[in-house]
């Protein structure tokens, strides 16, 4: 459930573009998300659908491009993708050391929005 | 079908909020007031370690409290009577967090004249606080011996964000199969700069050392 308080923070943004550009429909919107962030795009989707009901944005696409982990290692400062299928043992793959700094997957971001004017 | 155009945003959602946090920081340090954000899930002993807690600094420091519920003021009516101290009660209206604007709307109901220490008790959810920055200038959590030692594996964003973490209830930890190594284990997996503070606030063990941290950092 807690996509709910993001997905209005997201239409929200959405809106305020939407009226600086005089848009008549909103008819996609692009989100980045990050696989850390733990939100289900499913759900990401149905309370979009929700939140725009009755708005300018209303039948409108929600496309969500996932944005997977990395980490820099704290020893060589290797770059590694994050394995999710072992999440609480990554370790560099070139020094073996376990601490490292994340560096992507927690993005939430709207990258885009198709409008109609 | 009028015109299709594309906008590029390329914008965080996090972003305005962080902004806001970093600028009720500032504020708050303009006017020499600590603010802890204290989070946990329902039911772990927040409100009882934040009455032990007071109880042993407020002659000390001059410490007023923010309740946020979604509802009810029972807890800001307990503390209140158990303590003296001055307590607001925040009611989100069904919001499971509270974000910067809403803690500083809340602020503007105390009074923070010679305020050292606001302690804001967040809406008791592991998920949704840990997403938005309160313009809090520390982070703590309490996490109760009957949820288990793997929920720092469960909740991972919650225990990255906490500077403190509150092991509470540790009177019980036999009871619960409690294994506190393997729970700082995996609190340091998740966060390795996390202080960690066992406590039993039934019993008072531990709260004298929450108290000290607590009176390094707002003096």
């Known amino acids: 459930m807690h996509e709910l308080p993001i997905i209005k923070t997201v239409f929200n943004m959405v809106m305020e573009y939407a009226e600086k550009e005089h848009a008549k429909r909103v008819t996609t919107v692009y989100l980045e998300v990050g696989v850390l962030r733990d939100f289900i795009p ?23 491009r ?44 709207i990258y885009s929005i198709e409008i109609e004017n | 079908m009028g015109n299709i155009k594309i906008i590029d945003i390329k914008r965080s959602i996090f972003e305005d909020n962080d902004k806001d946090a970093d600028k009720l920081r500032a504020e708050l340090n303009d006017k020499q ?7 946990s899930s329902p039911g772990s002993g927040k409100t009882t370690t934040l ?8 002659e000390k420091i001059n410490i007023k ?25 925040l009611h989100t209206g069904g919001m499971c967090h509270l974000d910067a604007d809403m803690t500083r709307q809340g602020l503007r109901n105390l009074d923070l004249e010679k305020t050292d220490l606001v302690i804001l008790e967040n809406v008791g959810n592991l998920v949704c606080p840990a997403e938005f920055d309160t313009g809090s200038h520390l982070n703590c959590m309490i996490l109760s011996v009957p949820e288990g030692h793997d929920k720092p594996l469960k909740y991972p964003l919650m225990f990255q964000i906490c500077d403190l973490v509150l092991i509470n209830k540790i009177d019980v930890m036999s009871v619960f199969d409690f294994d506190i190594e393997k729970c ?3 609190i340091y997996k998740r966060n390795p700069k996390a202080t960690i503070i066992p406590i039993s606030a039934k019993t008072g063990e531990g709260i004298d050392k929450f108290a000290e941290y607590l009176l390094n950092k707002v003096k």
């Open chain 1, 42 to 64: 499913e759900y990401l989707k149905k309370y979009w659908e929700y939140i725009s009901t009755d708005t300018i944005a209303d039948g409108s696409k929600l496309l969500i």
């Open chain 2, 65 to 89: 409290i923010m309740e946020a519920d979604i509802d009810s003021d029972v807890d800001a009516i307990k503390i209140k009577e158990s303590t003296g101290v001055d307590t607001i009660q």
């Open chain 2, 184 to 186: 700082k284990e995996y």
């Open chain 1, 66 to 109: 996932e944005i997977e982990a990395k980490a820099r290692c704290g020893k060589c400062n290797t770059e590694y993708d994050i394995n999710m299928e072992d999440l609480y043992n990554n370790k560099c793959p070139k020094c073996g050391y376990d601490k490292g700094e994340l560096i992507k997957g927690r993005e939430l971001i």
């Open chain 2, 33 to 39: 007031v600590f603010l802890l954000n204290l989070m």
């Open chain 2, 51 to 58: 009455i032990k807690t007071i109880n042993s600094l407020k």
